[in-house]
């Protein structure tokens, strides 16, 4: 089955600068790779995603690449904002809109005012 | 905007008892999944539903767990009996299901305390 790693675990930057979050997945067969943001005691929410016919997706601040030769995806925001503090979970799934999702482990991510 | 709905939000029950978790997808989603997640961990799938019927329990632990979808609505997730390694919270999440349509909208889970 499908294995997703994600780094990193924790992520610390200032207000104001990037962030940038790393997931490699292992089944070739997967072709969608959407994003969630859980902030404490909340569900995941669905901020970004991006189909394997797209090399890159953008949502203001917000934007998704994949490279699907490496099996790897990235997470990339910017001008961080005290609000974007949360976990952050990659996910990949086979993308009929039929199969499950297998997940990252989470970054959790930190802007210092 | 329509959300997954989820009850109840706590729940906090003595190990070797029962317990019962509804989801309520958003209206017209036919996929429906149950996930739990570890504190700490992202979420891993115990049931997928399409319509009534379950597409892949495969990770239920079915000695204990059972997931019922009878009218291809709501749907109950129940444990029985509890056991320590249950603590967790459960999410429900729904999806369309329908071709080129692939999001995953996760409602705010049930967060499980056994003691």
């Known amino acids: 089955g499908e294995n997703v790693e994600q780094h990193p675990s924790t992520l610390s930057v200032q207000e104001g600068d990037s962030a940038v979050i790393k997931c490699t997945y292992s089944d070739s067969a997967s072709n969608y790779f959407p994003w969630y943001k859980q902030e404490l005691g909340k569900g995941p929410q669905l901020i970004i995603d991006i189909r394997s016919n797209v090399g890159e997706k953008k949502d203001q601040r917000i934007a998704v690449t994949l490279n699907k030769t490496a099996k790897h995806f990235s997470l990339h925001i910017t001008e961080t904002q005290p609000e974007d503090s949360a976990v952050y979970f990659c996910?990949?799934?086979?993308?009929?809109?039929?199969?499950?999702?297998?997940f990252g482990s989470g970054t959790r991510l930190q802007v210092q005012p | 905007e329509a959300e997954v709905a989820q009850s109840p939000r706590y729940k906090i029950t003595e190990k070797s008892q029962a317990v019962a978790f509804w989801c309520d997808p958003i209206?017209?989603?036919?996929?429906l999944y149950w996930y739990r997640q570890i504190l700490g961990q992202g979420p891993e799938l115990l049931v997928q539903f399409q319509d009534e019927s379950v597409v892949d329990d495969s990770q239920l632990p079915k000695d204990r767990f059972s997931a019922e979808r009878l009218k291809g609505v709501d749907s109950t997730l129940k444990i029985q009996p509890a056991e320590l390694g249950d603590s967790a919270m459960y999410l429900c999440?729904?999806?369309?299901?329908?071709?080129?349509?692939?999001?995953?909208?996760f409602g705010p889970g049930t967060r499980l305390t056994v003691t």
């Open positions: 996910a990949a799934s086979e993308g009929t809109g039929r199969r499950a999702l297998t």
């Open positions: 999440a729904s999806s369309l299901a329908i071709s080129g349509t692939y999001e995953q909208y």
């Open positions: 209206s017209g989603h036919a996929t």
